[in-house]
């Protein structure tokens, strides 16, 4: 009889928590920016290259021992794919593709891990000129999370667990491209 009572009650609880999944958001979208002293075109030529993701991204940087590997298209051209590997659950294993590039002005991607959890992201780094040689760099990220898994996001601060890591790849592009 009490196995029944526990049952029943986890059940319900497990109800519930999907009910209020339904009315849960399940996408998010985190933004940062940065002000840099360069040009535009610096920044661009710097950022379109896959062959750079090892010096300013953060989630690469939690294991110097990660394997990189650019495939698809041409290294710095739509279709480009950095595909990169770890044992750190941090980094894990994946893919980021450039999608989609708007010279001097805007590069997107689509991130997307395959382990050791399995999700897609997308995103865009916009370029912005606010002055000679100063750029105004806007990094947008989005993603999300399907019914009833999306009931996490009310616990989760994906903003401030994301952002961090974008903040800090933010200020190694920084510190990367004023050496230029």
């Known amino acids: 009889?009490?196995?029944?009572?526990?049952?029943?009650?986890?059940?319900?609880?497990?109800?519930?928590?999907?009910?209020?999944?339904?009315?849960?958001?399940?996408?998010?979208?985190?933004k940062r920016e940065i002000t840099l002293n360069n040009s535009n075109s610096e920044i661009y030529e710097f950022l379109r290259f896959h062959k750079n993701q090892k010096l300013f991204n953060q989630w690469l940087s939690?294991?110097?021992?990660?394997k990189i590997e650019i495939k698809g298209s041409e290294d710095g051209k739509k279709g480009a794919t950095l595909h990169f590997s770890s044992k750190s659950k941090k980094t894990g294993k994946g893919e980021w593709e450039t999608t989609?590039?708007?010279?001097?002005?805007?590069?997107d991607f689509e991130l997307r891990f395959l382990e050791p959890y399995t999700f897609t992201a997308n995103?865009?780094?916009?370029?912005?000129?606010?002055g000679?040689?100063?750029?105004?760099?806007?990094?947008?990220y989005h993603s999300g999370m399907d019914w009833p898994m999306n009931i996490t996001l009310l616990f989760m601060d994906m903003d401030k667990i994301i952002g961090k890591d974008i903040e800090a790849s933010l200020a190694k592009i920084k510190s990367n491209t004023e050496k230029l």
């Open 100 to 107: 989609n590039l708007v010279e001097n002005k805007r590069i």
């Open 1 to 30: 009889m009490l196995v029944l009572k526990i049952a029943v009650v986890v059940i319900a609880i497990i109800s519930v928590l999907c009910v209020i999944a339904i009315f849960t958001a399940k996408k998010y979208t985190i």
């Open 132 to 140: 000679a040689n100063k750029t105004n760099l806007l990094w947008e």
């Open 62 to 66: 939690y294991d110097p021992n990660t």
């Open 123 to 130: 995103g865009s780094l916009y370029l912005k000129e606010i």
